[in-house]
């Protein structure tokens, strides 16, 4: 079953505000990434936040992790017309043989207005 | 230079037929992936390769084949190509295959089937 759930699924706002997007997962997990996809483009790796981090910056990224929660969130800080793609969150987690499995969540829409 | 390349960018094809995505990576990884992403922009795993050995296997149908004829080379080939087939399939590599590697991901290829 999929394993991420990102929150909103599309999202809409002014250049310069803040962009917040969420994700919820369902298992264990040893890592979360943040991967961004531009219109007909492959995805690009924005960050990666350890199982055992809560809080992780990039610039204007700032990854959040609460494992209790199942959850995380990515901000996107001052934002900018150039900002505008797909963010997906992807769980790393072990395989029943020891490989790092990545799962992929649904993505958000980001759309930053100039 | 392109990290991760595939080829075609783009392949229309009829139903029934049997095509072959193509991905090269020049990063010096030793493990590939492919990935389906469907109309919802949702990504799936199909299969993983370290080394040339085939470590993830999803429940994929058995017509997809990949053939991996060295570590930088990672290929798709399809059988019997159905509808459904259609959608954005993306090769992307990585150093290891533990739980905390960046995978980098190709331009993806883009099938349609009619």
């Known amino acids: 079953s999929q394993q991420g759930e990102e929150d909103p699924q599309a999202l809409s706002i002014q250049e310069g505000e803040n962009a917040t997007m969420n994700c919820s997962y369902k298992?264990?997990?040893?890592?979360l990434q943040w991967y961004r996809q531009n219109s007909g483009r492959g995805l690009v790796h924005l960050i990666l936040?350890?199982?055992?981090?809560r809080e992780k910056h990039s610039g204007r990224l700032r990854v959040t992790l609460d494992t209790s929660k199942k959850s995380s969130s990515l901000l996107i800080t001052a934002s900018r017309a150039a900002d505008t793609a797909s963010y997906f969150c992807a769980t790393g987690a072990r395989n029943s043989g020891g490989y790092q499995k990545v799962t992929f969540g649904t993505g958000t829409k980001l759309q930053v207005i100039p | 230079d392109t990290a991760v390349s595939q080829t075609p960018k783009y392949l229309v094809t009829q139903m029934g037929n049997d095509k072959s995505i193509k991905c090269e990576q020049n990063l010096g990884h030793d493990t590939m992936y492919w990935y389906k992403q469907d109309s919802k922009k949702f990504l799936k795993i199909m299969f993983s390769y370290n080394n040339k050995e085939l470590i993830i296997n999803e429940t994929v149908p058995n017509r997809f084949s990949p053939k991996s004829p060295d570590k930088a080379h990672l290929n798709l080939h399809i059988n019997s190509l159905e509808l459904g087939d259609s959608a954005v399939y993306f090769c992307?590599?990585?150093?290891?295959?533990?739980?905390?590697?960046?995978?980098?991901f190709g331009p993806g290829t883009r099938l349609l089937v009619l």
């Open positions: 992307a590599s990585s150093q290891g295959s533990g739980v905390r590697e960046t995978q980098y």
């Open positions: 936040i350890r199982s055992n981090e």
């Open positions: 298992t264990s997990i040893n890592n």
